[in-house]
């Protein structure tokens, strides 16, 4: 199966700016998921999206974050005001060709780090 | 509350032993996912055992799931240098839901 693609692959921001972070899937999947790991800590789960629409968040995933799929095609994750909290590996994740419930693919991550 | 804690926290072995991790969780489970990370890399899945399933192999990979103890294993046999990396488990709750990891387990194996 195609790999999931994200841009980019580092981001160095100030804090207090807001980044956008993209993932490509491939059109015609419908689950998708956003996560974050910590230098050094657990892979932590963001948000799933699914037709078009947040099926779930977690506790971290609070009004500074967002996620679109703009052009039905790249998926974003919008970040709105930077924290230095907020520096950490961010993954994006799909499943196989229309099978949820399963196994995930994942990009190979933004780095993102808050100055 | 935490899925998916996974011990030891690292393993050093000599390339050639095998390699066992064991996780532990405390919900209900759908499935339990065992995923691979090296170095600053991406998450790479490697085996899927669902909750009515005891036993699973794959290649060199034999994971094992005890729902009754709530805890899983994963088996490395023949080690390689190259299978150095960071194993983590991950549970799934319900068909659809998110993916809950432990905090992982370095292992390192030694040529």
């Known amino acids: 199966e195609p790999e999931v693609t994200q841009t980019p692959s580092h981001q160095v921001t100030q804090m207090g700016q807001e980044v956008i972070l993209r993932c490509v899937p491939i059109?015609?999947?419908?689950?998708f998921y956003w996560y974050r790991q910590i230098l050094g800590q657990k892979v932590e789960f963001l948000v799933s999206?699914?037709?078009?629409?947040?099926?779930?968040k977690s506790e971290i995933f609070d009004d500074q974050f967002s996620v679109e799929r703009p052009d039905g095609s790249n998926f974003t994750l919008k970040i709105r005001s930077t924290k230095l909290e907020d520096s950490a590996m961010y993954f994006c994740?799909?499943?196989?060709?229309?099978?949820?419930?399963?196994?995930?693919?994942f990009g190979s991550g933004t780095q993102l780090s808050v100055l | 509350s935490q899925q998916g804690e996974e011990d030891p926290q690292a393993l050093s072995i000599q390339e050639g032993e095998n390699a066992t991790m064991n996780c532990s969780y405390k919900?209900?489970?759908?499935?339990l996912q065992w995923y691979r990370q090296n170095s600053g890399r991406g998450l790479v899945h490697l085996i899927l055992?669902?909750?009515?399933?005891r036993e699973k192999h794959s290649g060199r990979l034999r994971v094992t799931l005890d729902t009754s103890k709530k805890s899983s294993s994963l088996l490395i046999t023949a080690s390689r240098a190259a299978d150095t990396a960071s194993y983590f488990c991950?549970?799934?709750?319900?068909?659809?839901?998110?993916?809950?990891f432990g905090k992982g387990i370095t292992l390192s194996v030694r040529p």
């Open positions: 994740a799909r499943t196989p060709f229309g099978a949820p419930g399963g196994k995930l693919f």
């Open positions: 059109s015609n999947h419908l689950y």
């Open positions: 999206f699914y037709n078009n629409e947040i099926s779930e």
């Open positions: 919900t209900s489970i759908n499935n």
């Open positions: 055992i669902r909750s009515n399933e």
């Open positions: 991950a549970t799934m709750a319900g068909a659809n839901s998110k993916l809950t």
